[in-house]
């Protein structure tokens, strides 16, 4: 039973246009959310997060938006860069455990 | 520069052999954690430790074991490696703070 789920494997964008990722999830309990980068032969790097008690956060180019009513969170890239171009996960935990639960990942190809 | 280390990169190896991965990192963290990642999947916790002499087993089920003697170093060996073990391992440590957990560059593993 997958508690966080990126149903798309792949994107594909133009350079500086507006790449649009997203995840749901399935468990209420979830308030605190991750995005992390990663290049191949690489472990993931942290991006930007979000807790339950936002709905948006910014930094720099990335911006995560959170419905919680949804369960569903998107990161959005503006604008996209062909070194953006990399898998991205979305994670998920809850308060009391420092443990992450990891989607399947969305490789994202920015176009030069 | 990275503050967790892990080695080797690659390794190819032949069933039934014991193996070690290992893991060091050099930030202070209590915790620290193992994930499996095969392509395309999500990323599987297997084990994890938040402080020295303390292991709990993952959410997905592994041959695998890992011990916690000192609090930068954070082993993990397959006593009787086998083809299903072929996958990559990514180690990870946190704070329990804000940006989640930083990843070593992982191990890919392959048994032969």
């Known amino acids: 039973d997958q508690q966080v789920k990126q149903n798309s494997p792949s994107l594909s964008v133009q350079e500086g246009r507006i790449s649009i990722l997203n995840c749901d999830y399935t468990?209420?309990?979830?308030?605190?959310f991750l995005w992390y980068k990663k290049y191949p032969a690489e472990g993931p790097t942290f991006l930007i997060s979000i807790s339950s008690i936002k709905d948006k956060n910014e930094d720099g180019r990335f911006t995560v938006f959170l419905n919680k009513s949804a369960k569903h969170l998107s990161l959005h890239i503006v604008p996209s860069q062909p070194g953006d171009s990399a898998v991205y996960f979305c994670a998920a935990s809850y308060s009391g455990t420092y443990k992450y639960i990891f989607g399947t990942g969305t490789r994202l190809k920015v176009l030069a | 520069e990275a503050d967790i280390y892990q080695t080797p990169r690659y390794l190819v190896i032949g069933t039934g052999k014991k193996i070690t991965l290992e893991c060091s990192q050099t930030?202070?963290?209590?915790?620290m954690y193992w994930y499996q990642q095969d392509p395309g999947m999500e990323l599987h916790l297997i084990h994890y430790?938040?402080?020295?002499?303390?292991?709990e087993k993952g959410d997905l089920s592994s041959e695998s074991t890992v011990s916690r003697i000192r609090t930068e170093h954070f082993p993990l060996t397959l006593e009787s490696a086998r083809p299903s073990h072929t996958s990559q391992y990514l180690c990870a440590s946190s704070s329990g703070g804000a940006y989640g957990y930083t990843f070593g560059s992982g191990t890919r593993l392959t048994v032969v």
């Open positions: 468990n209420s309990m979830f308030d605190y």
């Open positions: 930030m202070g963290h209590d915790k």
């Open positions: 430790s938040y402080g020295v002499n303390s292991t």
